[in-house]
Every structure is written in structure tokens, then in C-alpha cells.
């Protein structure tokens, strides 16, 4: 299973500390690769695009906040991207959303909560049935 991840400045150290936890997972880093400002719309869209080209199956984005990422990202047709803050939303986010980006608040979260998140998310398996017509109903966006 391959997994992307992306952020901003706000998430970089983070970014930098998830990869090193899980350095034998080699994920594909699609930046922002230094601490310098950067628009998070920009890595939002980096990262659909290598989930669009099967680049990746999921994605980690992280953002200061993880707001304006999952903004972003949910903007494209596809992308479920759940901001999660704990493991019991993070196997929700799994079980009833089938989550395929995590999101996380690079300045508001601790790596090792994060870190707990990935790994209850990485346990956790979509449940479908009735969330499957919930999940198409966020796909049918017309009014
Ligand atoms: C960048 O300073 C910050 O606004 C961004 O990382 C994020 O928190 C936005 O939602």
C-alpha cells in the first residue's frame, strides 16, 4: 500500500516526523520539501493529482491547522479528506467515511497522537453498507 503525503509550511515539521516514524512504509513526499511559506491549495491539488494517477492509495495532508487543507482537498470530486484530532475519529473516519486523505493540524497536534491516528486508520476497514449510500449521496453534488 502506497502512501502520499503533503503539506504546507505549517505541516512541515510534522510531515518531516510522520516520514521518519515511517520510514519503511517509504511514503511518497510531494512536499513542500523546506520550512518556507507555501499555499496550502497547492499541496491540496499536488495531492489529488497523485491520487488521481493512482500514484498513491491515500494520502496525509497537514496544514497549521489542518482547516484550510481539508478545505481544499474536499473541494475535488472523490476526495473524502477527514480531519481527524484522535484514534476514535480517525477508525470512524475509516469504518464510516472511507476516509482516503487523513488530515492533520501540523501546530495543533502532537506527533504521537498523530502518529496513533495514522495507525488505528492503517487497522481499520470500511464498513459500507449503509454509509455506502451516504457516500454517494456527497458524490451527487447537484442542488
Ligand atoms: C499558514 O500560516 C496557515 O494558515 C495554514 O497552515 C493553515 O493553518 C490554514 O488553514
Same mark, same amino acid.
Given at each position: 500500500?502506497?502512501?502520499?503525503?503533503?503539506?504546507?509550511?505549517?505541516?512541515?515539521?510534522?510531515?518531516?516526523?510522520?516520514?521518519?516514524?515511517?520510514? /519503511?512504509?517509504?511514503?511518497?513526499?510531494?512536499?513542500?520539501?523546506?520550512?518556507?511559506?507555501?499555499?496550502?491549495p497547492d499541496?491540496?491539488?499536488?495531492?489529488?493529482?497523485?491520487?488521481?494517477?493512482?500514484?498513491?492509495?491515500?494520502?496525509?495532508?497537514?496544514?497549521?491547522?489542518?482547516?484550510?487543507?481539508s478545505i481544499?482537498?474536499?473541494?475535488?470530486?472523490?476526495?473524502?479528506?477527514?480531519?481527524?484530532?484522535?484514534?476514535?475519529?480517525?477508525?470512524?473516519?475509516?469504518?464510516? /467515511?472511507?476516509?482516503?486523505?487523513?488530515?492533520?493540524?501540523?501546530?495543533?497536534?502532537?506527533?504521537?497522537?498523530?502518529? /496513533?491516528?495514522?495507525?488505528?486508520?492503517?487497522?481499520?476497514?470500511?464498513?459500507?453498507?449503509?454509509?455506502?449510500?451516504?457516500?454517494?449521496?456527497i458524490e451527487?453534488?447537484?442542488?
Open positions: 500500500m502506497k502512501i502520499a503525503i503533503a503539506s504546507d509550511h505549517g505541516g512541515f515539521e510534522m510531515k518531516e516526523a510522520i516520514k521518519r516514524h515511517y520510514e /519503511n512504509c517509504n511514503m511518497l513526499d510531494l512536499g513542500t520539501y523546506t520550512p518556507d511559506s507555501v499555499d496550502y499541496y491540496a491539488k499536488k495531492m489529488v493529482r497523485a491520487l488521481s494517477e493512482k500514484k498513491a492509495d491515500w494520502g496525509i495532508l497537514i496544514c497549521g491547522t489542518g482547516v484550510g487543507i481544499a482537498a474536499n473541494r475535488y470530486k472523490g476526495i473524502r479528506a477527514a480531519l481527524v484530532y484522535n484514534s476514535e475519529v480517525a477508525r470512524l473516519a475509516k469504518q464510516h /467515511n472511507n476516509a482516503n486523505v487523513l488530515v492533520f493540524g501540523g501546530r495543533t497536534m502532537a506527533v504521537d497522537d498523530v502518529i /496513533n491516528c495514522i495507525d488505528t486508520f492503517l487497522q481499520s476497514e470500511y464498513e459500507g453498507g449503509r454509509h455506502q449510500c451516504r457516500l454517494d449521496k451527487n453534488t447537484e442542488l
